[in-house]
Nanobody
Framework: QAQLVESGGGLVQAGGSLRLSCVVS????????MGWFRQAPGKEREFVTA????????YYADSVKGRFTISRDNAKNTVYLQMNSLKPEDTAVYYC????????????????WGQGAQVTVSS
């Protein structure tokens, strides 16, 4: 069983930046593709971004393209989400997830999930 622990959430003003981290233990991190999803109050969980096993391929939702960057450090068993130019509509609980399945944009593809990190963007 894999354990995923997110950190780095918080409150930020619109236009600001945050970096989320997700540390994975209990499984071989380098054999999993990783994704970030988010869920705002009253809304369904939605895909944000994903990265392939070696980090050579990345995928982004249109709503975050050009503002968010996903990266991974296989030596540290960690995946990162750098969020810039944050908007109030980015407010949500952000979840990291691990998978060996496809497609990476589908939440149902993921086997393991973190507990979530709250990101709040004030206007």
């Amino acid at each position: 069983q894999a354990q995923l622990v997110e950190s780095g959430g918080g409150l930020v003003q619109a236009g600001g930046s945050l970096r989320l981290s997700c540390v994975v233990s209990g499984r071989t991190f380098s054999t999993y593709a990783m994704g970030w999803f988010r869920q705002a109050p009253g809304k369904e969980r939605e895909f944000v971004t994903a990265i392939s096993i070696r980090g050579s391929s990345t995928y982004y939702a249109d709503s975050v393209k050009g503002r968010f960057t996903i990266s991974r450090d296989n030596a540290k068993n960690t995946v990162y989400l750098q969020m810039n130019s944050l908007k109030p509509e980015d407010t949500a609980v952000y979840y990291c997830a691990a998978t060996r399945n496809y497609p990476l944009v589908a939440a149902t593809s993921y086997d393991y999930w973190g507990q979530g990190a709250q990101v709040t963007v004030s206007s």
